[in-house]
């Protein structure tokens, strides 16, 4: 799973839904004038723990009413898998707590992670009754990520924890 650590991925999250309990509906867009109705943010993975099995994250979005942005711890709990294509579970908490699954993809060339994706979606059948019975989830969240280069991360340092 070390392929992953560092890596960037730029995220759209539908952000028309939100007041409903229900899944937000799956939205990706290559241009970013388009996402500026939806909520654009960013993940980075930054450390795998072997002994729980999970890769650590922060999502990173951005608050138009402070100008400021902001970061999310977010733990990606692995089901099952290979490191270039596997399947985990997270939530968001905050308000409403948004719980999904995702599937990340990915391409390799000389041992570097050099094209991935991931794609969220709500429950999965991977998950085993004992996860969903310990998960208080209010509302699913479906959205799409791509990898890019850090350089590309609008993100200033000093918000980067990890």
């Given amino acids: 799973m070390s392929i992953w650590l560092g890596k960037w991925f730029e995220v759209i999250i539908d952000n028309d839904k939100e007041d409903k309990i229900e899944t937000l509906s799956p939205v990706f867009v290559q241009d970013r004038e388009k996402a500026s109705e939806n909520l654009l943010g960013y993940i980075k993975i ?29 733990p990606l709990h692995y089901i099952s898998g290979k490191p270039l294509n ?8 905050g308000e409403t707590t948004y719980g999904f699954t995702a599937r990340f993809h990915g391409k390799k060339k000389k041992n570097l992670l050099v094209q991935a ?28 990520g791509v990898l890019i280069p850090e350089s590309e991360v609008p993100i200033p340092s000093e918000v980067i924890v990890h």
């Fill in 46 to 74: 930054w450390a795998w723990d072997p002994t729980n099995r999970v890769l650590n994250g922060d999502l990173y979005l951005f608050d138009v009413e402070t100008d400021q942005w902001y970061w999310i711890d977010l």
């Fill in 86 to 93: 596997f399947l985990c579970w997270s939530e968001l908490e």
């Fill in 117 to 144: 994706t991931f794609k969220t979606k709500p429950y999965s059948r991977a998950l085993s009754k004992k996860i969903v019975q310990s998960i208080n989830w209010e509302a699913w969240v479906r959205t799409k």
